[in-house]
């Protein structure tokens, strides 16, 4: 497995996915993005840019539900969210994910209640979830195998 971190920028995430997919040792239709906070939001970007993308994890990042950004997106989406989050709250992530299902695409979302934003973030010592976090790793790692490995 490789890993690159690019800028936010369009433009970065899609010279990214270029520079990944022109690797010898990378299978081009395996390449996909996962992101916490802002770069969960990044993740999503590449999914909604990056039409070949195979897989995208959303850990609370942003979310949109303008159908013509949703109809861009050919990726599964899996997305892990906090309960307690007020920024990115449980009725953000229900649009989006109603959003996503009405236009056919694959989503798994799950909030996770007594979790806020940034559960998954060790260093926080407020907001982390250490339950929290085992259980959305362990999602992720599934999602991941199952969509990555073809």
Same mark, same amino acid.
């Given at each position: 497995?490789?890993?690159?971190?690019?800028?936010? *920028?369009?433009? &970065?995430?899609?010279?990214? =996915?270029?520079?990944?997919?022109?690797?010898? #040792? +990378?299978?081009? &239709? %395996? /390449?996909?993005?996962?992101?916490?906070?802002? $770069?969960? $939001? !990044?993740?999503?970007?590449?999914?909604? #840019? /990056?039409?070949?993308?195979?897989?995208? +994890?959303?850990?609370?990042?942003?979310? !949109?539900?303008?159908?013509?950004?949703?109809?861009? /997106?050919?990726?599964?989406?899996?997305?892990?969210?906090?309960?307690?989050? %007020?920024?990115?709250?449980?009725? &953000? !992530?229900?649009?989006?994910?109603?959003?996503? @299902?009405?236009? $056919?695409?694959? /989503?798994? +979302?799950?909030? =996770?209640?007594?979790?806020?934003? $940034?559960? @998954? #973030?060790?260093? #926080?010592?407020?907001? =982390?979830?250490? @339950?929290?976090?085992?259980?959305?790793?362990?999602?992720?790692? *599934?999602?991941?195998?199952?969509?990555?490995?073809?």
């Amino acid at each position: 497995m490789r890993g690159l971190a690019p800028d936010r *920028t369009t433009r &970065d995430l899609k010279g990214a =996915y270029d520079f990944l997919s022109s690797q010898l #040792n +990378v299978k081009k &239709d %395996r /390449i996909g993005s996962i992101g916490w906070c802002m $770069g969960g $939001g !990044v993740s999503l970007d590449a999914a909604i #840019n /990056i039409p070949t993308l195979a897989a995208a +994890v959303i850990n609370y990042g942003h979310l !949109v539900t303008d159908p013509a950004e949703i109809k861009q /997106i050919q990726a599964p989406i899996l997305g892990s969210f906090g309960g307690q989050d %007020r920024g990115i709250t449980p009725d &953000d !992530v229900k649009k989006f994910q109603q959003a996503m @299902e009405q236009a $056919g695409k694959k /989503i798994d +979302v799950k909030i =996770y209640p007594d979790a806020g934003h $940034g559960f @998954e #973030n060790s260093t #926080n010592k407020q907001a =982390y979830r250490a @339950e929290d976090t085992a259980d959305a790793w362990q999602r992720t790692t *599934t999602f991941l195998a199952a969509t990555l490995k073809k």
